[in-house]
């Protein structure tokens, strides 16, 4: 069955790094597209970041732009999420998604088209 599963959070002072993985099993990675989606304490869940099935083309939330990067590696079924410049507003569970049709030309940036979430990782950013 699809599996997602997250690691690499922890914690990080404000303007440090952190690089989240996603490892994938189960189906096809490479015909899907994939994102990362994110929910503070007491907020409802956000999307974060999209790409596509090839890696070519990827997509941000404002709020990170510039300071998030999201890459995969098909040939390892491995999601990636490169955060630098962490800001404290950054702290939350951070989930992976896979979307729900496979060969989707373009990266959905809707959370409803992602129909597999991993368990989540924390991320803390604190000084």
């Known amino acids: 069955q699809v599996q997602l599963v997250e690691s690499g959070g922890g914690l990080a002072q404000p303007g440090g790094s952190l690089r989240l993985s996603c490892a994938a099993s189960?189906?096809?990675?490479?015909?899907?597209?994939m994102g990362w989606a994110r929910q503070a304490p007491g907020k409802g869940l956000e999307w974060v970041s999209g790409i596509s099935r090839d890696g070519s083309d990827t997509y941000y939330t404002d709020s990170v732009k510039g300071r998030f990067t999201i890459s995969r590696d098909n040939a390892k079924n491995t999601l990636y999420l490169q955060m630098n410049s962490l800001k404290p507003e950054d702290t939350a569970l951070y989930y992976c998604?896979?979307?729900?049709?496979?060969?989707?030309?373009?990266?959905?940036?809707?959370?409803?088209?992602?129909?597999?979430w991993g368990q989540g990782t924390q991320v803390t950013v604190s000084s």
């Open positions: 189960g189906f096809t990675f490479s015909i899907f597209v």
């Open positions: 998604a896979k979307d729900r049709r496979p060969l989707r030309v373009a990266v959905t940036t809707y959370t409803v088209d992602y129909n597999y």
